[in-house]
């Protein structure tokens, strides 16, 4: 079936640091890759996404590109700041069905 | 924009007692769907409704029933609490054939 794998944490950084949580799929299909973000205390949201191989999905300084040879999308940040800290879940969705299969989570520390 | 409403936000009840928990799409979006995230892990896809019609099911106990009404509006009924149900209660919505799943920001329940 299919899964999402994505780096534990916690992953803890200073602030201004370049940050890549990697995150790696397995799908029979042709998924659509998405990171979704939850800061404390609060629900999902979308960050970006991508439908189909080489899309680079980006949103608020955030980006990650569908590498289909390597059923990769690893989310990037050039400079993170202390409001980035949160929780990180990579995701597919199959055409195939309805939901949406997450990762664990990747909790993000970013220190002043 | 608008986003999903989820009500109540917050829910404590006592084992074996019996909850509701109520979703409202973001306006035009016809797809509903529901996830458990306990505490520290990954949201669980539970079921999906499209147009009022059961779409998919996951991880649903039987002890929990979902309906979608004709304003697009739905319920999660969750009878004969167990300690282990108390988890965050994503609802999410979505165009059909958009894949994109919008989420609310949730119904925390306890269960004591």
């Known amino acids: 079936g299919n899964s999402v794998t994505q780096m534990e944490g916690p992953v803890t950084l200073s602030e201004e640091a370049f940050l890549t949580i990697n995150c790696t799929y397995t799908a029979t299909g042709y998924p659509s890759l998405f990171w979704y973000v939850q800061y404390p205390g609060e629900g999902l949201q979308l960050l970006l996404k991508a439908t189909k191989a080489d899309d680079k999905g980006s949103n608020k300084g955030f980006e990650a590109t569908y590498r289909k040879e390597t059923t990769s999308f690893h989310l990037e940040k050039g400079s993170v700041q202390v409001s980035d800290s949160a929780v990180y879940f990579c995701a597919l969705s199959d055409r195939r069905d309805d939901k949406i299969i997450f990762g664990k989570g990747t909790r993000l520390h970013i220190l002043p | 924009a608008a986003g999903v409403i989820q009500s109540p936000r917050h829910l404590i009840k006592e084992k074996r007692e019996t909850a509701t928990l109520k979703c409202y799409p973001i306006p035009r979006h016809d797809t509903v769907y529901w996830y458990q995230q306990g505490p520290g892990q990954d949201p669980q896809f539970l079921i999906s409704f499209y147009e009022k019609m059961q779409s998919d099911k996951g991880s649903i106990p039987d002890r929990f029933s979902a309906q979608q009404f004709s304003d697009y509006h739905s319920e999660l009924n969750m009878s004969s609490l167990e300690l282990g149900d108390s988890a965050l209660y994503f609802c999410?919505?979505?165009?059909?054939?958009?894949?994109?799943?919008?989420f609310g920001p949730g119904t925390r329940l306890l269960v004591l």
């Open positions: 999410a919505s979505s165009l059909v054939l958009q894949e994109t799943q919008y």
